[in-house]
């Protein structure tokens, strides 16, 4: 295949995925609207939704770089991105003694950095771990 055309089509498809995996995390792992709170010019919310997708990219760059196919590529794509959904429940989980909803609503930016170093660092584990 055409070495451009092949860029673009993974690039389209890494682009879709990161989409969905933002839409995934919003929707599962906060009973917040962090996009409203963005455009109320939350900090935290921002922080959090941010190394979110930062996460999200380093897994699915990792998904493009070690793939063998588009396939690959989309699999593993998806795994990384439930990886990240599940770490960030079970993070609100073992903080059960304050919500992060509640913190990131109040823009305590302590923890929109927390959650913001957390994303990033569990998407960085996660991609390191999508190699064969």
């Known amino acids: 295949m055409n070495l451009y055309v092949n860029f673009l089509i993974y690039l389209g498809v890494a682009l879709l995925l990161l989409l969905i995996g933002m839409i995934l995390f919003e929707k599962s792992t906060t009973k917040i609207n962090e996009f ?35 396939l690959d590529m989309v699999i593993w794509g998806a795994i990384g991105i439930v990886a990240q959904i599940i770490t960030f429940i079970i993070a609100e989980l073992v903080t059960i003694r304050f919500s992060i909803n509640q913190a990131i609503k109040e823009d305590n930016r302590a923890v929109g950095v927390i959650l913001f170093t957390l994303s990033i660092s569990v998407g960085w584990v996660v991609a390191k771990c999508l190699t064969y």
């Open 36 to 70: 409203q709170l963005i455009r109320e010019k939350n900090i935290s919310a921002a922080l959090s939704l941010g190394g979110k997708l930062i996460g999200l990219a380093f897994v699915l760059g990792s998904s493009i770089e070690n793939s063998i196919s588009l």
